[in-house]
Each structure stands twice: as C-alpha cells, then as structure tokens.
T-cell receptor
Framework: QKEVEQNSGPLSVPEGAIASLNCTYS??????FFWYRQYSGKSPELIMF????GDKEDGRFTAQLNKASQYVSLLIRDSQPSDSATYLC???????????FGKGTMLLVSP | DVKVTQSSRYLVKRTGEKVFLECVQD?????MFWYRQDPGLGLRLIYF???????EKGDIPEGYSVSREKKERFSLILESASTNQTSMYLC???????????????FGPGTRLTVT
C-alpha cells in the first residue's frame, strides 16, 4: 500500500515569511512528485512538479526532492494571505497512471 | 490550457435515485479519473480509465460504475444513491504515462452531491 504523509496543520506564518510544507512517501520506486493547491470549496490546482533530486524553482515556489530520504517539500517565499489554502502532495510510481495523494497541509498566512 | 469541465457544480438527489455525473476534457488526454473528497479522508480514487471503453477500479468502487464511450468524456454513475455518497466528486485527466514518469493530473471544478 503506497502512502503519502503530510502534517495536517494548520501551519501559520506571517505575511512575508517563508512557508515550508513537507511530505514523505513510502514507495522507494516513486519517480514523479507534484504539489497541488486547493482553496476551500474549490478543486486542486497543480502548482509544481519535480522528477529529479534537488531543487526546482518557479517564482515564489521552490520544490525540493530527496529520494534517498523519501522526502519532498514545498517552500513558499514572501508568503501572502492569498496563499492560504490546503496544499496536497501527490506521488507517482513507474508503471502506474494513478497518483497517490496525501491528505494535505492547511496553510494560514496572516496579514 | 487544459480544461476539464463537470456537468454540475451542485446536485441534490434523493436516496435510491440513479445519478449521472459527467466530465469532459478538451486536451485529448488518454487517462481520466473520478475521485471523491471528504473532510479528514482526503482524495479517494473511485475509478479510472486509460482508454475508450476501458476502466479500472480504484480504492473505493463499491456503489459506483463508470462509462467511457468517447475519449473526451468520462461518466460516473451512482446506481442507487445513498446518504453515505454525499460528497465532493472530482474528475481529473492526464496524458498517458511515457517511460517511468507519471504525468500531472488536471482537475475539474467538482460536483458537490447531497443525497437526502
């Protein structure tokens, strides 16, 4: 049974700070990693994906992957109140069309 | 831009009714998925399809069936709705997996179904 674990939060950060969201996964063979943002009452929206060890930056977002530790994280720099949402981590394994989703971490950014 | 649409945003049905939820994607994706999302339980996969007329059970297929007659359209059917099927239903699509990498999934806006 593939598992993806996230701290449910809420993670509270002040406006302008760096928010760090973490995710661990159980399947060592996993090769594809995704972060989704979900506002309350809305559907998940893809914000980042990463396939290789290391960092990947896109604007204020940085995804970090460490396959040896089976750990993936999302950093949000200069956090804004509009970043307040639940962030879902999703992991894909070779040979599978499906993704395994974590239950998400709620982020609250206070003005 | 990937566009996934769902037939209704909100739906109220009575116990025992047959319910159809439709999903259409415009990006020529091979894979389509149906999830339900409940507080504290996260996203749970009901069924998915990797090609026309093909379907695979997900984690919670009981009480549901699906139909994929055209590549762009994937329908979820609740044969006899029950109150425990009250939930947010999300459709998603993705390109076919190439090599070892799974592709990202794109979600529709969701249908909030209430069964009374």
């Amino acid at each position: 049974q593939k598992e993806v674990e996230q701290n449910s939060g809420p993670l509270s950060v002040p406006e302008g700070a760096i928010a760090s969201l973490n995710c661990t996964y159980s399947d060592r063979g996993s090769q594809s990693f995704f972060w989704y943002r979900q506002y309350s009452g809305k559907s998940p929206e893809l914000i980042m994906f990463i396939y290789s060890n290391g960092d990947k930056e896109d604007g204020r977002f940085t995804a970090q992957l460490n396959k040896a530790s089976q750990y993936v994280s999302l950093l949000i720099r200069d956090s804004q109140p509009s970043d307040s949402a639940t962030y879902l981590c999703a992991v894909g394994a070779p040979g599978y069309s499906t993704l395994t989703f974590g239950k998400g971490t709620m982020l609250l950014v206070s003005p | 831009d990937v566009k996934v649409t769902q037939s209704s945003r909100y739906l109220v049905k009575r116990t025992g009714e047959k319910v159809f939820l439709e999903c259409v994607q415009d990006m020529d994706h091979e894979n389509m998925f149906w999830y339900r999302q409940d507080p504290g339980l996260g996203l749970r996969l009901i069924y998915f399809s990797y090609d026309v007329k093909m379907k695979e059970k997900g984690d919670i297929p009981e009480g549901y069936s699906v139909s994929r007659e055209k590549k762009e359209r994937f329908s979820l059917i609740l044969e006899s709705a029950s109150t425990n099927q009250t939930s947010m239903y999300l459709c998603a699509s993705s390109p076919r997996q190439v090599g070892t990498r799974s592709h990202e999934q794109y979600f529709g806006p969701g249908t909030r179904l209430t069964v009374t």
